[in-house]
């Protein structure tokens, strides 16, 4: 955190290669181009640019002499015997300077203005911290949301899913658990969001308050699938800098459906087939290496806790990423479309979520509490159809009865936002029951 801006210059400078190595195209077969003479150097995630050209790629497979990359766009105008440049490594070096500012997954500005990078350089795909010396799931933080502070508590360390449909306030959501949990540093890693919704999200939803502790990484939808796939990868290293100075950083994700097409393409493009449920056999691995490097660190440094996003159509839980994700972490919170359309933010659809710090991050009573609320929160959700058509009388059933007695409590206490604290919000909850 206290690199000299003098470091950070030399270490910069000390990066940039004198000599290139340069290869030649030998054959052109859909976004793939062959290039012999840079086997040698070359390695799998290298990047390599056309010589007078604007093409550049990424190497996707090596087969004896040569090298096969990934072009970024088009093709078009490219022919045998281009010469191409192999290009140095990006040293991806994240930096306390980079708070505040919106980067793209090789960590060059993305907001106009210059950007030294740290003098540390991380690896975008490390390994997670060895599970053996990981500490346990630390304390339940405070979020600013009635609902998150009690029945679907996040722990400091712990990684959940948020699965919603397309606008059902997702990124509103988001941007407000960035702008109020507990935490030293936000990192936001945005994929495939059209441009004007990137610039929304940190002028609008985000604003000058949320900014100014957080950093963006971004990759927008015309990014090639290879820089869209590094993106997660690239925030998670910006999260993994910070937790490794003693920080607690919130690390937020939007979306992982993003990175698993972004990922699928590359591996059609490298060989593989999509052949487990519309994804190669590569992408669950991918998934749980990306959320695994989120949680709690060990004995010296700080943690991770992190909110994955996943974009599931028609609520469907059962779709291959929500699925393989949902196996991957420790809890998930449903947006309801349904919720949504009444009205009631966050849509969060109570009965269908879990967070798995339960019971531990609560004590005995505040458990009774949450177990409560549960039950009439799922006896109303049971009864709700024939409730909305008047086919329930009163009396019938003293469990439906005091479900219905205590819907519209609830539902307001699931909505309710502030700075009541943990405590705070047990107490709305158990006047919420109460009513
Ligand atoms: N807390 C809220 N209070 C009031 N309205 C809200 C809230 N959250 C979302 N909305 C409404 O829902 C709309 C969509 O919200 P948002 O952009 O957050 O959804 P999304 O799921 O991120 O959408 P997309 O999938 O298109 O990115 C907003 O424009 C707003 O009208």
């Given at each position: 955190m206290t690199d000299d801006i003098f470091d950070q210059m030399s270490s910069a400078i000390s990066g940039v290669a004198l000599a290139r190595p340069v290869g030649r195209i030998t054959q052109i077969a859909g976004g793939i181009v062959s290039i012999a003479g840079l086997s040698d150097a070359a390695c799998v995630g290298d990047e390599v640019r056309v010589i007078g050209g604007t093409a550049g790629g990424e190497i996707v497979r090596t087969s004896g002499a040569s090298i096969e990359a990934l072009i970024d766009g088009t093709t078009e105008g490219l022919g045998l015997g281009s010469n191409v440049v192999l290009l140095p490594r990006t040293k991806f070096a994240p930096h306390a300077s980079w708070i505040g500012r919106v980067i793209d997954p090789h960590g060059k500005p993305l907001d106009g203005r210059p950007l030294l990078p740290g003098t540390r350089a991380q690896p975008v795909s490390a390994a997670p911290p060895p599970a053996s010396e990981r500490r346990e799931l630390g304390p339940r933080l405070s979020t600013g949301f009635a609902v998150f502070d009690t029945i679907l508590p996040i722990v400091r360390g712990q990684r959940i899913g948020l699965f919603a449909g397309s606008g059902v306030g997702k990124s509103t959501l988001l941007s407000s658990l960035a702008k109020k949990v507990e935490a030293d540093v936000i990192v936001i890693g945005l994929v495939g969001e059209r441009g004007r919704e990137l610039r929304e999200f940190v002028?609008?939803?985000?604003?000058p308050d949320g900014m100014a502790r957080s950093i963006i990484v971004a990759a927008t939808s015309d990014r090639p699938a290879q820089v869209r796939r590094r993106c997660p990868q690239a925030a998670t290293a910006v999260a993994e800098y910070f937790r490794d100075q003693g920080l607690h950083v919130l690390l937020l994700i939007d979306s992982v459906t993003r990175f698993a097409e972004a990922h699928r393409e590359v591996a059609v493009a490298a060989g593989e087939t999509a052949n487990l449920r519309g994804h190669p056999a590569s992408t669950p691995a991918a998934i749980a290496g990306l959320c695994e490097r989120a949680g709690p660190g060990t004995e010296n440094s700080g943690d991770i806790t992190a909110i994955y996003t996943v974009l599931v159509a028609g609520s469907d839980m059962e779709e291959p990423v929500a699925d393989m994700l949902r196996g991957v972490l420790d809890g998930h919170v449903v947006l309801d479309r349904n919720i949504a359309e009444r009205g009631r933010y966050p849509a969060i659809d109570v009965t269908r979520s879990v967070s798995r710090s339960l019971p531990e991050a609560a004590n005995k009573a505040e458990n009774a509490l949450i177990q409560h609320a549960r039950r009439l929160l799922g006896t109303y959700a049971q009864s709700e159809l024939m409730i909305q058509a008047g086919l329930y009388s009163t009396g019938s059933d003293s469990k439906i009865d005091e479900a219905i007695a205590a819907h519209d409590a609830l539902d307001a206490f699931i909505s309710a936002e502030g700075t009541h604290g943990v405590a705070g919000a047990f107490h709305l909850l158990q006047k919420a029951l109460q009513t």
């Open positions: 002028e609008k939803s985000l604003g």
